[in-house]
T-cell receptor, first 115, second 118 residues
Framework: AQSVAQPEDQVNVAEGNPLTVKCTYS??????LFWYVQYPNRGLQFLLK??????LVKGSYGFEAEFNKSQTSFHLKKPSALVSDSALYFC?????????????FGSGTRLQVQP | EAGVAQSPRYKIIEKRQSVAFWCNPI?????LYWYQQILGQGPKLLIQ????????DSQLPKDRFSAERLKGVDSTLKIQPAKLEDSAVYLC????????????????FGDGTRLSIL
């Protein structure tokens, strides 16, 4: 079975400060990992993914994420937060060594960036 | 490129009624997904199509939900009869078929249909 945990329902950060949104995962094999962002009344937008190789992945809008296999984590980071980054963020995982292709999403973390 | 199109955006029905949602994926995307997103939760996969064949429908409540993807392009999701717990946003997504098992391609989501059951 595959699962994702996002331990924080909400993260608050001041504009200009660095932000981190946490994600841990569980798969029986090796993971494909994704981050998506959701704005109110919209669908999910793809930010970045980890497939293999470099543990630091860079994505859209200045976001990056670090894959840590020993800690089974894939935290989302940004060096300097913007008010416009305020949204709902979802981490997702798929076990690439099984036949099942579906993504499993976490419950989401609401990011609030204060001006 | 045009994104994933869904309609309607909002639907209000009474319990025990039926409802249908429509999805048009990004042109050329072979894989199409239907998700249910209940308020405060992440999306949960209902069904996945590869072209017009079903890949995964293990979490689809088949006694009331059905889906089809005729001709491997558009798809419809139907609920009949609806229950109160079906109140949710129904998201459609599509992805291209990548290398290997194709599971590393990002999914592109539509804006969803918000279903309210009275």
């Amino acid at each position: 079975a595959q699962s994702v945990a996002q331990p924080e329902d909400q993260v608050n950060v001041a504009e200009g400060n660095p932000l981190t949104v946490k994600c841990t995962y569980s798969v029986s094999g090796n993971p494909y990992l994704f981050w998506y962002v959701q704005y109110p009344n919209r669908g999910l937008q793809f930010l970045l993914k980890y497939i293999t190789g470099d543990n630091l992945v860079k994505g859209s809008y200045g976001f990056e994420a670090e894959f840590n296999k020993s800690q089974t984590s894939f935290h989302l980071k940004k060096p300097s937060a913007l008010v416009s980054d305020s949204a709902l963020y979802f981490c997702a995982v798929r076990d690439r060594d099984t036949g099942r292709r579906a993504l499993t999403f976490g419950s989401g973390t609401r990011l609030q960036v204060q001006p | 490129e045009a994104g994933v199109a869904q309609s309607p955006r909002y639907k209000i029905i009474e319990k025990r009624q039926s409802v249908a949602f429509w999805c048009n994926p990004i042109s050329g995307h072979a894989t199409l997904y239907w998700y249910q997103q209940i308020l405060g939760q992440g999306p949960k996969l209902l069904i996945q199509f590869q072209n017009n064949g079903v890949v995964d429908d293990s979490q689809l409540p088949k006694d009331r939900f059905s889906a089809e993807r005729l001709k491997g392009v558009d798809s419809t999701l139907k609920i009949q009869p609806a229950k109160l717990e079906d109140s949710a946003v129904y998201l459609c997504a599509s992805s291209s078929t990548g290398t290997g098992a194709g599971g590393n391609q990002p999914q592109h989501f539509g804006d969803g249909t918000r279903l309210s059951i009275l």
